[in-house]
């Protein structure tokens, strides 16, 4: 049998699993997003939640801790649990965004949110099909866009205390070309990453779902990003 024809067979059986694995990502990552996006609608017009979750200054802390705790239990410890559970934690952590999310529709005009949303999964799918299709290696992109996401942390928290408009509209346009850098890095990752073989098992499962979680990430860090420089606050 012809050596090239094997070849490309392979190559052409693996892209097809990768295109399928991506699919599932995607579907979970989908998921997430519209599960974190009927929790904020439930809350912000429920005047018992809010008071619940906005009545008391700690809780909003405490959802924010327990979001992060999540976020790094769920990848450090994805491969040792069942994909039942791996799916409840990460369902969990966006449903606990969207709580927190809520307060955005206290702030923010619901057009203009519609209207961010809307460019930032435009964007989002852009950038993705990018990192997705592209034969350039985007590892390089990675270190990079860490330590922007480093310093845009870090000056955020100092901000805290300057209260500078500078200083928040700097990190606020960085912050959009790091996640657009971002989503197609990690798509790129997660796209390579995928282990062929193993497709239909839990483990096939569990990798999704924490690929899903790292493009969620980055869709809803973009979304708050772009969110600060197109949303029309309320009067």
């Known amino acids: 049998m012809d050596r090239n024809y094997m070849s490309n067979t392979q190559t052409g059986a693996v892209a097809v699993e990768q ?25 912000a017009n429920d005047e018992r939640m809010l008071g619940l979750v906005f009545g008391n200054p700690i809780v909003p802390i405490v959802l924010a801790i327990a979001q992060i705790g999540l976020v790094f239990y769920l990848a450090s410890r994805v491969m040792r649990m069942s994909a039942s559970q791996a799916t409840a934690v990460f369902m969990l952590y966006a449903g606990l965004t969207g709580i927190t999310f809520s307060s955005i529709f206290l702030v923010y005009t619901a057009s203009s949110i519609t209207s961010t949303f809307l460019t930032t999964a ?107 420089i197109m949303g029309n606050r309320r009067e």
């Open 19 to 43: 295109q399928r694995f991506m699919v599932r990502v995607y579907n979970w990552m989908f998921a997430g997003l519209g599960f974190t996006g009927v929790m904020a609608y439930y809350v």
């Open 122 to 228: 435009g964007t989002f799918g852009a950038m993705s099909f990018y990192g997705y299709t592209t034969k350039n290696d985007l590892t390089s992109w990675g270190s990079f866009m860490f330590m922007g996401l480093m310093g845009i942390v870090i000056a955020s928290m100092v901000n805290i205390f300057l209260q500078s408009p500078a200083v928040y509209w700097l990190t606020t346009y960085a912050g959009v070309l790091i996640f657009v850098g971002l989503t197609a890095y990690d798509t790129q990752k997660i796209k390579m990453l995928n282990i062929t073989g193993n497709e239909g098992t839990e483990e096939d499962t569990k990798e999704a779902i924490m690929g899903a979680l790292t493009l969620y990430l980055d869709f809803i860090n973009l979304f708050l990003m772009l969110l600060r």
